[in-house]
């Protein structure tokens, strides 16, 4: 069972409850989301390291000279 | 100039859970700061990080920008698109094939919460380092796009659970 905490800021009072049908159907939609997000960061997070490589060969340096020379 | 920092609520979790809420909370600080080390359990190195605001899951309600690093990688993305669009990313996890027992580290600085003629910009620095080359780091400066003040937080991990010992904790500012 999928639950949720809240916690009243007011009284202190702790709850652990089960999420309503409302509440799943919105974390399944997340899911998605967040699914959809993380390819884009990760095709990003790629993109960028090949271009990296790309240059580097391009220029016949090593990444460790790359660091000196912007050093 | 604000010199007070005071502890409003903080849970540490004993069990696993998909989202942890602060309610009623109260409206006598200027700013408040969300420090979040929390650990999921999806499939990756980092992990989820959604904040929704008084209880609000409307789509086009929430924009942002994420400057991140992504192991040795340096990516940006906007809030338009796949996310950002009815939740704010920030306060990431650390996901759950990063190195065990290691915990994300995040900090949210949201200001002026009380305000009722603002819409709410926040600000989040995010960490989920594990000694390991899969790593990621983002700095998002996201915006609530309501004046309405803030009187619930969410946090929420899409698709997984936090893990036991995460910690949630929400300090109020308040000037002199």
């Known amino acids: 069972m999928t639950t949720a905490i809240e916690v009243n800021c007011a009284t202190g009072e702790v709850v652990e409850r089960p999420l309503t049908a409302e509440e799943l159907a919105q974390r399944d939609a997340d899911v998605a989301a967040f699914a959809a997000q993380k390819h884009e960061e990760e095709v990003a997070a790629q993109a960028a390291a090949e271009a990296k490589a790309a240059l580097l060969t391009k220029l016949g340096i090593t990444e460790d000279e790359a660091k000196l020379l912007l050093a | ?176």
């Open chain 2, 1 to 176: 100039m604000a010199n007070t920092f005071v502890k409003i609520a903080s849970n540490t979790l004993t069990a696993t859970t998909s989202s942890v809420t602060f309610s009623s909370i109260p409206q006598t600080y200027t700013d408040l700061v969300l420090k979040i080390s929390a650990r999921d359990n999806n499939g990756s190195n980092w992990g989820g990080g959604y904040l929704r605001f008084n209880g609000d899951s409307t789509s086009g309600n929430y924009n942002g920008i994420q400057l991140a690093g992504l192991g040795s990688s340096v990516s940006n993305s906007t809030g338009s698109g796949s996310w950002g669009t009815n939740y704010m990313l920030a306060g990431r996890a650390n996901g759950g094939t990063s190195t065990s027992n290691t915990f994300g580290n995040s900090e949210i600085y949201i200001p002026s919460y009380t305000s009722t003629t603002t819409q709410k910009i926040v600000s989040s620095n995010d960490t989920t380092e594990n000694n390991a080359t899969s790593a990621l780091m983002a700095i998002v400066a996201g915006i609530w796009l309501s004046t309405a003040a803030i009187t619930s937080i969410e946090v929420l991990t899409p698709g997984a659970l936090y893990q036991i010992n995460s910690t949630f904790t929400l300090y109020g500012i308040k000037k002199d």
